[in-house]
């Protein structure tokens, strides 16, 4: 089936915005990758290669490098914002005044804003005034998509024409896209896995083994469910794609940038290590603060986000952390 998109904007040029460049450039669209560091997409654009991010998948002709605003929307039919979470703001405000307001923007971010404790497409909204948006998300680890592995994701939007546009324009033989209409759930649950997957890397380094960390999968799953349906979402979004599906991955995944960074802290390494160690943005690490207030402001109980918090930003030894989950009262499933 011929591609509704001919022409897409990608905001951001880490991994995520180079694989959905790649996807709708297979798909044929032409394609104006746009990223905020003149220096980086200088250096992509004579290497026609993400060597930083996601290395060994070269850009096809069809991709488009720029840093320039002025060249970012090239009457684009949707424009992909692959911004991580807490710089989606900044991103949107710099580009307020040549975005244009007539196209979906389709965010595929996974957080939750500090301070405003809001989600990526509401954040836009906040930029931009009147536009339509929606989310990708799922489990999607991009070397393994940009591989060609198989993988399934779910795109929700408030206006089904947005999701079955996105649908029809990035589904390959091998990355498959469902549609939902659960916005605030699709992508609640893929800021509050983050969370779930640092604790799931603590696990993993303080040796828990596989049932300590089946058991965390299983009860994270019905914290982060716990939260959305508290903020309006459908419960059966996290038992889908991005919910369970998403959480699995990302827990699991030794690409996972949040599982490997809980892992380091298992294994005694300082928070300011893990991060000054690391290139790419953890997510979930400033997510945890988020959803602790989300928590707060909707009176739901989340002890392993709790826990992870004070790990993250109290001191707290791991060990002890996870001591303070096992022993809590006990109580029916």
Not at 29 to 40: K, M
Not at 202 to 215: I, M, P, R, V
Not at 285 to 291: A, C, M, N, Q, R
Request: glycine share 10%; with cysteine.
């Amino acid at each position: 089936m011929e591609s509704p998109i001919k022409r897409a904007t990608v905001i951001g040029d880490g991994a995520m915005g180079t694989l959905c460049s790649l996807l709708l450039a297979e798909r044929g669209a032409e394609v104006t990758l746009w990223g905020h560091r003149s220096e980086d997409i200088e250096l992509l654009a004579a290497d026609r290669e993400n060597r930083r991010y996601l290395p060994g998948h070269p850009l096809p002709d069809s991709i488009k490098v720029v840093s320039d605003d002025g060249e970012a929307f090239q009457e684009p039919d949707v424009v992909i914002s692959a911004v991580p979470c807490q710089f989606v703001r900044g991103v949107w405000q710099r580009l307020a005044a040549v975005a244009p307001r007539t196209v979906p923007i389709v965010s595929v971010a996974k957080g939750i804003e500090v301070g405003t404790l809001l989600l990526p497409t509401q954040i836009i909204k906040e930029c931009l005034g009147k536009v339509a948006t929606a989310c990708l998300s799922g489990p999607s680890i991009a070397p393994e998509v940009a591989s060609k592995k198989p993988a399934t994701v779910v795109v929700a939007a408030e206006d089904p024409k947005i999701a079955t546009l996105l649908q029809h324009g990035i589904s390959t033989k091998y990355f498959r896209v469902y549609a939902s209409d659960d916005l605030i759930g699709v992508e609640l649950a893929g800021a509050v896995k983050n969370v779930i997957a640092l604790a799931a890397g603590l696990c993993d380094g303080l040796g828990g083994g596989d049932n300590a960390k089946a058991s965390l999968l299983t009860r994270g799953l019905v914290e982060i469910t716990r939260l959305g349906t508290a903020m309006g979402a459908s419960p059966e979004t996290f038992r889908g794609l991005a919910g369970v599906g998403d959480l699995c991955t990302t827990c699991i995944s030794k690409m996972s940038r949040n599982r490997t960074a809980g892992e380091r802290l298992g294994r005694g390494e300082k928070v300011e290590q893990v991060l000054a160690a690391t290139e790419s943005v953890i997510e979930g690490i400033p997510t945890t603060k988020s959803v602790l207030e989300l928590a707060v402001r909707h009176k739901v109980e989340l002890p392993i986000v709790s826990a992870m918090a004070e790990v993250l930003f109290e001191g707290r030894s791991p060990t002890e952390a996870i001591e303070t989950l096992m022993t809590r009262p006990l109580k029916s499933e």
